[in-house]
């Protein structure tokens, strides 16, 4: 998560994740529905609104909103390594809209292959002192045949060890023996939170 943020704020300035940095915009690559793909400037206000939607600049100099349902996912055009690359995501249940129907978001893609990773925020109101204020927790969220598996900084240990044991059916005793050894990684936190697309980028390489 410390790339992440990093890369973040590189891109976006020092408000990243739930406060707003209005006005701002940086290029994106967004492919739409139907497989087209334009590059127009969007506007960041912050991460947390960037998973519900985007706003385009169009070509006629007008914003334009586009929603998850609307295109496939976008990326962040930087002058970077790592580039920024947003998939829409369906049938998760998260509170990250207004709309208590809405389940499908644009998330961080972290890690590709048999088990990718998404990253992502949730706004949470907290006390502070005598006032509420909105903080953010990180989430990584991942997908199991048909369930998706949330990972969050309190929980991951036991949802990954979760995640891992039915891996092991109908497997080699070698790949056995290695998810093993990443079960035993994980439990004796070699694996701390922030590395959790490691994990994931371990485990899809030994099911190759």
Same mark, same amino acid.
């Given at each position: 998560?410390?790339?992440?943020? %990093? &890369? =973040?704020?590189?891109?976006? #300035?020092?408000?990243?994740?739930?406060?707003?940095?209005?006005?701002?915009? $940086?290029? /994106?690559?967004?492919?739409?529905?139907?497989?087209?793909?334009?590059?127009?400037?969007?506007?960041?206000?912050?991460?947390?609104?960037?998973?519900?939607?985007?706003?385009?600049?169009?070509?006629?100099?007008?914003?334009?909103?586009?929603?998850?349902?609307?295109?496939?996912?976008?990326?962040?055009?930087?002058?970077?390594?790592?580039?920024?690359?947003?998939?829409?995501?369906?049938?998760?249940?998260?509170?990250?809209?207004?709309?208590?129907?809405?389940?499908?978001? %644009? &998330? =961080?893609?972290?890690?590709? #292959?048999?088990?990718?990773?998404?990253?992502?925020?949730?706004?949470?109101? $907290?006390? /502070?002192?005598?006032?509420?204020?909105?903080?953010?927790?990180?989430?990584?969220?991942?997908?199991?045949?048909?369930?998706?598996?949330?990972?969050?900084?309190?929980?991951?240990?036991?949802?990954?060890?979760?995640?891992?044991?039915?891996?092991?059916?109908?497997?080699?005793?070698?790949?056995?023996?290695?998810?093993?050894?990443?079960?035993?990684?994980?439990?004796?936190?070699?694996?701390?939170?922030?590395?959790?697309?490691?994990?994931?980028?371990?485990?899809?390489?030994? &099911?190759?």
């Amino acid at each position: 998560m410390k790339k992440i943020r %990093f &890369l =973040l704020i590189v891109i976006f #300035g020092s408000v990243v994740f739930c406060s707003s940095a209005k006005d701002r915009f $940086v290029m /994106a690559q967004i492919i739409m529905d139907n497989n087209d793909t334009v590059v127009n400037p969007v506007r960041f206000e912050n991460l947390f609104d960037f998973q519900k939607k985007i706003e385009m600049l169009n070509d006629d100099g007008k914003l334009q909103t586009v929603e998850p349902n609307e295109a496939k996912g976008f990326c962040v055009i930087a002058d970077l390594k790592d580039t920024l690359h947003f998939e829409t995501v369906c049938g998760l249940k998260l509170s990250l809209s207004e709309n208590a129907d809405a389940n499908c978001f %644009f &998330l =961080l893609r972290k890690c590709s #292959g048999k088990f990718p990773v998404y990253y992502f925020v949730q706004s949470e109101m $907290v006390s /502070a002192g005598y006032a509420m204020q909105s903080v953010c927790k990180p989430s990584y969220v991942s997908r199991y045949k048909d369930n998706w598996v949330l990972f969050g900084e309190n929980n991951f240990v036991n949802q990954l060890l979760k995640f891992l044991k039915p891996l092991k059916k109908d497997k080699s005793p070698d790949i056995v023996k290695k998810l093993t050894k990443l079960e035993d990684d994980i439990f004796y936190r070699t694996y701390l939170f922030d590395d959790i697309p490691s994990v994931f980028n371990r485990l899809n390489d030994l &099911l190759k």
